[in-house]
T-cell receptor, first 111, second 115 residues
Framework: GDSVTQMEGPVTLSEEAFLTINCTYTATGYPSLFWYVQYPGEGLQLLLK?????DKGSNKGFEATYRKETTSFHLEKGSVQVSDSAVYFCAAGSSASKIIFGSGTRLSIRP | EPEVTQTPSHQVTQMGQEVILRCVPI?????FYWYRQILGQKVEFLVSFYNNEISEKSEIFDDQFSVERPDGSNFTLKIRSTKLEDSAMYFCASSPGLAGADEQFFGPGTRLTVL
């Protein structure tokens, strides 16, 4: 069945460091890909998405590119802030169908 | 901006009791979902609902679970006889179901604690 695998955490970085969280997927067909973020004590918020190959999703300085050839959707940010500390979930889904989540990566940013 | 709302935010119940978790999806959305997240674990799909019927369910969604859209706005998840292992955060989500707009919008969650 479909699955999403993402980098194990926790990840701890200093403020202004470069961030990469790796994500790969296996799916039949061509799913849409998402990154959701969960801040402490809160629910899931959509951070960015891409719906087809070579699309780049971006939001709040984060970006991820849908790479069909490597079945990847790695999350990157050039300069992280303390406020970026959260759990990040990579996810895949097809139109109106269930979303499959990765296991989540906890990110902590040191001032 | 429209959002999915869920009530209550925290529900504590005794094992064997029935609970109903409530959700109000975004008003023009057509697809509705329930997910759960056991503490520290990944978010797991439970069920999807469209046109007043279940369109897909996971193996977690057994006979103890049911969903209902009792009116034009609410979407509920009922657990008939709760077990300790049902303790989790339950998220409701909705989606417009349109081509190219298939992201799901999640509510803030209901934390269910079964004692």
């Amino acid at each position: 069945g479909d699955s999403v695998t993402q980098m194990e955490g926790p990840v701890t970085l200093s403020e202004e460091a470069f961030l990469t969280i790796n994500c790969t997927y296996t799916a039949t067909g061509y799913p849409s890909l998402f990154w959701y973020v969960q801040y402490p004590g809160e629910g899931l918020q959509l951070l960015l998405k891409a719906t087809k190959a070579d699309d780049k999703g971006s939001n709040k300085g984060f970006e991820a590119t849908y790479r069909k050839e490597t079945t990847s959707f790695h999350l990157e940010k050039g300069s992280v802030q303390v406020s970026d500390s959260a759990v990040y979930f990579c996810a895949a889904g097809s139109s109106a169908s269930k979303i499959i989540f990765g296991s989540g990566t906890r990110l902590s940013i040191r001032p | 901006e429209p959002e999915v709302t869920q009530t209550p935010s925290h529900q504590v119940t005794q094992m064997g009791q029935e609970v109903i978790l409530r959700c109000v999806p975004i008003s023009n959305h057509l697809y509705f979902y329930w997910y759960r997240q056991i503490l520290g674990q990944k978010v797991e799909f439970l069920v999807s609902f469209y046109n007043n019927e279940i369109s897909e369910k996971s193996e977690i969604f057994d006979d103890q679970f049911s969903v209902e859209r009792p009116d034009g706005s609410n979407f509920t998840l009922k657990i008939r006889s709760t077990k300790l292992e049902d303790s989790a955060m339950y998220f409701c989500a909705s989606s417009p179901g349109l081509a190219g707009a298939d992201e799901q919008f999640f509510g803030p969650g209901t934390r269910l604690t079964v004692l």
